[in-house]
């Protein structure tokens, strides 16, 4: 039997495990509707690839962090997970209408425009995770 302060383990695990699961989809996902590799420029030492990225991870994680918090099951983490990465993609597409020049902008290194879109990104997902407080 494991000792009392292990035995909300394999909870842990279970819900450990389903956001990074979520963190990983997420990930494909921006990166593919992105037009540009941040991975292959973040590589080449391109500081607002890094930046923009990390902001739609950071916006991403908060309300996956929330619903972990506040959360009855694995299915309500896996729905609301879900919510929030639409809620982040559609974050980075109004930034990108509201910002044309932002797919030549990041892989060119300009830090400004990533900067903008990394603040915009957690503070959606701060709103994000905020409403999903039930």
């Keep these: 039997m494991l000792p009392k302060m292990l035995s909300t383990l394999p909870s842990f695990l279970a819900y450990f495990g389903v956001a990074m699961a979520l963190v990983a989809v997420f990930f494909l996902a921006y990166t593919r509707v992105t037009p540009y590799d941040e991975v292959t420029l973040i590589r080449q030492g391109n500081i607002a690839a890094a930046v923009s990225l990390a902001g739609a991870l950071l916006g991403f994680a908060m309300p996956v962090a929330n ?36 797919a030549a902008d990041v892989p060119a290194g300009r830090t400004a425009p990533a900067t903008f879109l990394a603040v915009l990104s957690l503070t959606v997902g701060l709103i994000n995770a905020a409403c999903m407080t039930y």
């Design 67 to 102: 619903v972990i918090a506040h959360s009855d099951t694995l299915a309500d983490l896996a729905a609301w997970g879900a919510v929030a990465a639409v809620i982040q993609l559609l974050t980075y597409l109004v930034v990108r209408v509201a910002l044309p020049q932002l």
